[in-house]
């Protein structure tokens, strides 16, 4: 039995990209989260929040919309600088560094939140910049939840189906990945295969997460 590899190779790209995306976003939003007194913030956390019990296909139906040629935005983004999101590897991207996005932010902004104000303050004190802080004093002192929120990132992309299939279609070499073809593939009753792609997903997953489960575990001790 031979079984099409580009599923696979065209979600574990995506999910590499969408994490990196994540990753430079993700973790200074958490810590403007985390130390913020903004009025709405409560707003903000809600929306951020919203993909967590927001059904996918409600999701990446609304970025269909808006990334159609027929819609302002997305017929802007094709007149302008000649991007189509719709159907596209680019659109599965977007929708997907959106749709993880709490995922990554949430372990981080409670790693924040946890650390003592007076790593901050000491470092004030030796003349440390902002900047020199966050990176030199604050991020080592979360390595755990870094790792933990990128690897959830990374995991969720590699397992979502909702917003990649309203998003992206069905399109071989471009956005049919991994949780597309074991649909395509039982819809065809042919299970061998939708077996070959359901159990790749379910090792390389579990593996991840047992390495991120032992890296805490020694972090902690």
Same mark, same amino acid.
């Given at each position: 039995m031979s079984i099409d590899l #580009?599923?696979?190779v065209l979600t574990f790209? &995506? %999910?590499?990209?969408t994490t990196a995306i994540l990753f430079c976003i993700g973790v200074p939003f958490a810590w403007w989260l985390a130390n913020t007194r903004f009025r709405l913030k409560p707003i903000?956390?809600?929306l951020v929040a919203m993909p967590l019990v927001l059904p996918p296909s409600v999701l990446g139906f609304y970025l269909l919309l808006a990334f159609s040629p027929e819609h302002w935005f997305g017929h802007w983004l094709d007149q302008a600088i000649g991007l189509r999101l719709a159907f596209s590897f680019e659109g599965l991207v977007l929708a997907s560094v959106i749709f993880s996005f709490p995922f990554l932010v949430?372990?981080?902004?409670? #790693?924040?939140q946890n650390l003592p104000p007076? &790593? %901050?303050e000491a470092a004030a004190v030796l003349g440390k910049s902002?900047?020199?802080?966050?990176?030199?004093?604050?991020?080592?002192?979360?390595k755990p939840a870094l790792l933990s929120g990128a690897v959830l990132g990374f995991a969720h992309t590699v397992g979502?189906?909702?917003?990649?299939l309203m998003i992206g279609g069905n399109l071989p070499n471009q956005t049919r990945v991994a949780s597309i073809a074991i649909y395509d593939e039982v819809e065809s009753l042919n299970y061998a295969a939708a077996n070959v792609y359901a159990?790749?997903?379910?090792?390389?997953?579990?593996?991840?997460l047992l390495v991120v489960y032992l890296v805490n575990r020694r972090a902690l001790k």
């Open positions: #580009a599923p696979l790209k &995506l %999910a590499a990209v903000v956390e809600a949430h372990p981080i902004q409670a #790693a924040f007076s &790593l %901050a902002r900047w020199q802080t966050f990176l030199r004093v604050l991020l080592p002192n979360i979502e189906f909702g917003v990649v159990g790749t997903l379910f090792v390389i997953s579990f593996v991840i």
